[in-house]
């Protein structure tokens, strides 16, 4: 599905990714973590194409194609997905609508007819009520003023109605109560199937009691410095991240 | 008559981005250039007017000579100086007759300009429920529905043919909200007004349907000077829409119209204006000026007036639809979307002034600049000291579509009433990258990307219009902003 080769990333000329190598293949759950500032979400925006993260080396291949040409519409509509840490709010365009037309816009990528409002709201419902999302909120403009976990909750209703081949989630388990927790990793678990993959960005080992992933992966300054199964996650539960660091000497100067 | 198959698209010197840039064929019975005490004798001939009119006009225009012919400079506008010499003052498609008796009479090629423009003038199209009276140059083509408005008792035709069958309403009235000598443009169109829109409402009524009129100027070198005017008696209700377009032309045309709005006790009137006329290529050669005075009385008890605009159109624009809320518990509302894109500027806003007791105004204004735009929204709220307990809310929210644009607010407030209640808030902001990028992670393109969310913004003022006029202003808005996004 998702296939990173040495890939560096600059952001305003100070490099942050420095040679990530990953491969999530089909039908996998990969969580990477890592402490504040690794990198984590900095690679989450750089395969969902976020303009000012600059890609001076390496590849990405997605489903087989190169990734890193396309600019961040083409991504989504290749089956590419981000939850997005911080969703931006658009005031005065309503939620069910944004919802519609990137669906609409995804089926007609793919050649399909377009939904017409009775067969789009009927989905849109059904997501709704999975994600326990309170309906009146979804009349609302979007992301305008959701509280932090509403607003998680309408990543993963976009996800849900999306259906992505890759979903990236950045973080999206940060600032949420435990049944807000439980509700969300449902729904990444719901849509766990062998023809897709989910790349689970996070801080905390706390929802990794309810996803259960395929492997783990640290980033520490830039790079994966250690790969490993479920165990990995609770090691770092109960060691923290300072026995992975690099000792400072081995640390190249940006 | 011309020869068929006389509706053409304009010549290929012109971008042909603008939609409605068709020229009609067709004979007019025009005035030669220029303005002086004959022309305003021949425009009031031609209409068959009574005295008093022709007396009000050449009142108009002897005032307007004694007028700096620069016009208003306070505006943030910028144009060469209009040669008043070198406009027609009256162009109308009807060679013979003043007016058609009926819409068989009237030139085929006009009902299909009309058709191209999607008014629906035609018989089959009156079951939109909508009545049109429509604006060519300068007469009046047909007012549908007459019939089924007269059995309510709503008068809606011709403000020339008002001048003739309803001289009573017209001497009352006209020139009572916006006198001749209000302004500059004003006066000018006080003198050479060609036609226009009227409309009386009885005590009590309802009326049963949108009323609508449609502009057009077609010749070259005319300027319109249309002239409307909406009495809504005591406890009726009226909403009023008006669609302006003009072909491309690479002269500049002058448009001065003047609006006058009355509501006696409890009357409601809403009046609602989609200005499309031609905004000038994308170098800013040609383009309607549009100059405009509109202001509306809430002059009886709980009455109520409400503009809504979406200006994309024109290349200056120049208009503040304003209220004056002399009845106690009165109230105005202003509700605007202006567009600018290219070399476009407007400047645009309200007066809304305070007279009555618990009288209550509301200002929402959205400006969107792209291009090399500059938009200007200019308003004042005034609370004379009659006015007890008088409240005014305004919003003016600006938004930038690229980095050459430029967008302005000029608020004044005026309070002589400690009474009063004043909010006021205003916003700029820039259509920011981490929405875009957000809409585009979705699939949406980033050109589709930029209209979802300058439509968002703009959400609250078209909600104020009526539901097919608001699909039709985002349609405009998309079409303005071609280039300009994406």
Not at chain 2, 8 to 17: F, G, M, N, Q
Not at chain 2, 372 to 388: C, D, N
Request: with cysteine; charged share 25%; hydrophobic share 35%.
């Amino acid at each position: 599905m998702l296939e990173i080769r040495d890939l560096h990333v600059s952001v305003a000329g100070t490099e942050i990714l420095r040679g990530i190598d990953l491969t999530v293949p089909t039908g996998e759950v990969h969580a990477i973590m890592g402490p504040n500032g690794s990198g984590k979400s900095t690679l989450a925006s750089t395969l969902a194409g976020k303009q000012e993260y600059e890609v001076t080396q390496g590849e990405v291949l997605f489903q087989g194609e190169d990734l890193l040409g396309l600019l961040p519409d083409k991504r989504a509509l290749a089956g590419l997905f981000l939850a997005f840490q911080y969703p931006p709010e658009l005031p005065g365009v309503r939620n069910r609508h944004f919802i519609k037309a990137a669906l609409d816009a995804l089926l007609e990528h793919r050649g399909e007819e377009a939904l017409n409002a009775r067969q789009f709201d009927k989905i849109y419902r059904a997501a709704t009520k999975d994600i326990g999302m309170d309906t009146e909120l979804t009349k609302r403009s979007v992301n305008e003023g959701f509280s932090g976990g509403e607003k998680k909750r309408n990543e993963m209703l976009q996800m849900a109605i999306l259906d992505p081949a890759l979903a990236i989630l950045d973080e999206t388990d940060s600032g949420l109560d435990i049944d807000a927790l439980r509700l969300i990793s449902e729904g990444i678990n719901r849509r766990r199937s062998p023809k897709n993959a989910t790349l689970l960005v996070t801080h905390y080992q706390r929802i990794l009691g309810y996803i259960v992933p395929d492997k783990v992966h640290v980033l520490i300054d830039g790079r994966i410095v250690r790969s490993g199964g479920r165990e990995l996650a609770e090691e770092l539960e109960e060691r923290g991240y300072d026995w992975l660091r690099e000792p400072a000497s081995e640390i190249p100067t940006a | 008559m011309a020869t068929p198959n006389v509706i053409s698209r304009t010549t290929s010197d012109l971008d042909s981005d603008y939609k409605y840039g068709f020229v009609t064929d067709i004979d007019a019975d025009q005035a030669p250039k220029g303005l002086n005490e004959d022309i305003v004798r021949l425009i009031s001939a031609k209409k068959d007017e009574p005295e008093f009119m022709l007396e009000w006009r050449l009142k108009a225009f002897r005032h307007w000579q004694t007028l700096d012919h620069e016009g208003p400079q306070w505006a943030k506008v910028d144009f060469p100086a209009i040669d008043y010499q070198d406009i027609r003052y009256y162009s109308s498609p009807f060679t013979d007759k003043p007016k058609p008796e009926s819409l068989d009479e009237v030139d085929p090629e006009l009902i299909e300009a009309f058709g191209k423009l999607g008014i629906p003038i035609e018989e089959q199209k009156r079951m939109t429920g909508v009545a049109v009276d429509a604006i060519f140059d300068s007469s009046s083509v047909a007012t549908t529905y007459k019939k089924s408005l007269e059995e309510a008792g709503v008068i809606f035709c011709s403000v020339s043919e008002a001048v003739r069958t309803h001289p009573d309403l017209i001497k009352k009235y006209l020139g009572s909200i916006v006198p001749y000598s209000d302004n500059f443009y004003a006066t000018l169109n006080s003198a050479v007004f060609s036609d226009g829109s009227f409309v009386y409402v009885p005590p009590g009524v309802r009326c049963p349907m949108e009323l609508m009129t449609y502009f057009r100027i077609n010749s070259e070198d005319t300027g319109q000077f249309e002239r409307t005017l909406i009495i809504a008696d005591k406890g009726s209700y009226v909403s009023y829409l008006e669609g302006c377009t003009a072909p491309m032309r690479k002269t500049h045309q002058l448009h001065a119209a003047v609006v006058e709005l009355v509501a006696l006790d409890d009357a409601e009137i809403k009046y609602s204006t989609l200005q499309n006329w031609y905004p000038g290529d994308k170098d800013g050669n040609g383009g309607v000026y549009n100059f405009v005075t509109k202001r509306g009385k809430a002059l009886g008890k709980n009455s109520k007036i409400s503009w809504t605009q979406v200006e994309t159109g024109s290349a200056i624009t120049w208009k503040y639809p304003s209220v004056i809320l002399q009845g106690d518990n009165s109230t105005g509302e202003f509700y605007s979307v202006a567009l600018v894109n290219n070399h476009q500027q407007a400047d645009t806003g309200t007066k809304m002034t305070h007279i009555g007791k618990n009288t209550k105004s509301t200002i929402v204004a959205k400006g969107i600049s792209a291009g090399q735009g500059e938009s200007t929204y200019r308003g004042l709220v005034q609370i004379m000291p009659t006015a007890e307990g008088a409240t005014n809310f305004t919003q003016c929210d600006s938004l930038l579509v690229g980095d050459k644009c430029g967008a302005h607010t000029v608020p004044y407030i005026d309070v002589r009433n400690p009474t009063a209640r004043m909010e006021h808030e205003a916003s700029t902001s820039k259509v920011s990258d981490d929405q875009l990028f957000y809409a585009m992670q979705r699939g949406i393109s980033e050109e589709e990307a930029h209209y979802m969310i300058i439509n968002g913004f703009c959400r609250g003022i078209f909600q104020e219009l009526p539901f097919e006029f608001a699909m039709e202003a985002q349609q405009l808005l998309r079409v303005s902003l071609e280039g300009a996004v994406g």
